[in-house]
């Protein structure tokens, strides 16, 4: 298991991002050696959401540390992952275990 580094008290967020569905096929897929620097430091886990049936990519989940909901989104915004391309963002408090 990875060990966080850095402050480990800073807020957590589950940040979702869903494309439309005429975006699916085009959906950008990021190593993680992608990602920005500040993003690697601050990230927890990401990967692929897919629909239940089909398997067909719907969007992708981030959980990482931030200052707030705001820079959560801008972290993600700012490096390589692609999120602008998503309609639908949501951002949620989240802690090791689940949503608070």
């Given at each position: 298991m990875r060990e966080l580094v850095g402050d480990v008290d800073e807020h957590r967020f589950l940040v979702i991002a869903h494309s439309g569905h005429d975006q699916?096929?085009?959906?950008?897929?990021?190593?993680?050696?992608?990602?920005?620097a500040e993003l690697r430091e601050r990230l927890i886990v990401y990967g692929?959401?897919?629909e239940p049936e089909g398997?067909?990519?719907s969007g992708v989940a981030f959980a990482l540390r931030a200052p707030g909901?705001?820079?959560?989104?801008?972290?993600?915004r700012e490096g390589a992952t692609g999120i602008?391309?998503?309609?639908n963002v949501e951002v949620h408090d989240w802690e090791l275990g689940g949503r608070r």
């Open positions: 699916r096929a085009h959906l950008p897929a990021r190593p993680a050696a992608a990602l920005g692929a959401l897919a398997g067909e990519m909901k705001d820079a959560a989104v801008a972290l993600l602008g391309a998503f309609p």
